[in-house]
T-cell receptor, first 115, second 110 residues
Framework: DAGVIQSPRHEVTEMGQEVTLRCKPI?????LFWYRQTMMRGLELLIY????????DSGMPEDRFSAKMPNASFSTLKIQPSEPRDSAVYFC?????????????FGPGTRLLVL | QKEVEQDPGPLSVPEGAIVSLNCTYS??????FMWYRQYSRKGPELLMY????GNKEDGRFTAQVDKSSKYISLFIRDSQPSDSATYLC??????????FGAGTTVTVRA
């Protein structure tokens, strides 16, 4: 199994630009999560989906952030316009609902730097 | 006050020592307790998973949960340099939202 795949692995952009992060969950997993990790705030849940439907987006910091999951094998997190304070590592994770629902498998992350 | 408190360390121990990590929490609804290990520039990986109170052992790793005290622990026996990483505690109520601790950075000296 290839695990959770994220792209790009690194992104450097200028303030005001649109940023799109991509995620392919583990095949068969029905939950997908987007996290952000910074030194100051640690690992924070932004949004999660179940069967492609957004369930809880209360962690999305502002309207500049949006996430979609058009099908079971693909999700995007978009920041428009980007700001320097959005610089962080963004992780995507997936899990299989049921008894081990809390067992989440993380991707390698996308390191975002907004100048 | 944060929902999950974890001492960020850093913690440095000699090879072969026992590493002791812990977290406290305030939300009494938490029932699922996990420990994740994160190597530098990598994503977190699940290390231990415990439901409700009790102990769980897996090789050199032992996880303990004391819900009455809202306190969880992870012990690493016979620590190895390859155990050097950041260890994050995480917990959840009956949904899928995980609340993470800040992570403790551990270095095992050869």
């Amino acid at each position: 199994d290839a695990g959770v795949i994220q792209s790009p692995r690194h992104e450097v952009t200028e303030m005001g630009q649109e940023v799109t992060l991509r995620c392919k969950p583990i095949s068969g997993h029905d939950y997908l999560f987007w996290y952000r990790q910074t030194m100051m705030r640690g690992l924070e849940l932004l949004i999660y989906f179940n069967n492609n439907v957004p369930i809880d987006d209360s962690g999305m910091p502002e309207d500049r952030f949006s996430a979609k999951m058009p099908n079971a094998s693909f999700s995007t997190l978009k920041i428009q316009p980007s700001e320097p304070r959005d610089s962080a590592v963004y992780f995507c994770a997936s899990s299989l609902g049921g008894m081990t629902s809390a067992t989440q498998y993380f991707g390698p992350g996308t390191r975002l730097l907004v100048l | 006050q944060k929902e999950v408190e974890q001492d960020p360390g850093p913690l440095s121990v000699p090879e072969g020592a026992i590493v002791s990590l812990n977290c406290t929490y305030s939300n009494s609804a938490f029932q699922y307790f996990m420990w994740y290990r994160q190597y530098s520039r990598k994503g977190p990986e699940l290390l231990m998973y415990t439901y409700s109170s009790g102990n769980k052992e897996d090789g050199r790793f032992t996880a303990q949960v004391d819900k009455s005290s809202k306190y969880i622990s992870l012990f690493i026996r016979d620590s190895q340099p390859s155990d050097s990483a950041t260890y994050l505690c995480a917990m959840s109520a009956n949904d899928y939202k995980l609340s993470f601790g800040a992570g403790t950075t551990v270095t095992v000296r050869a």
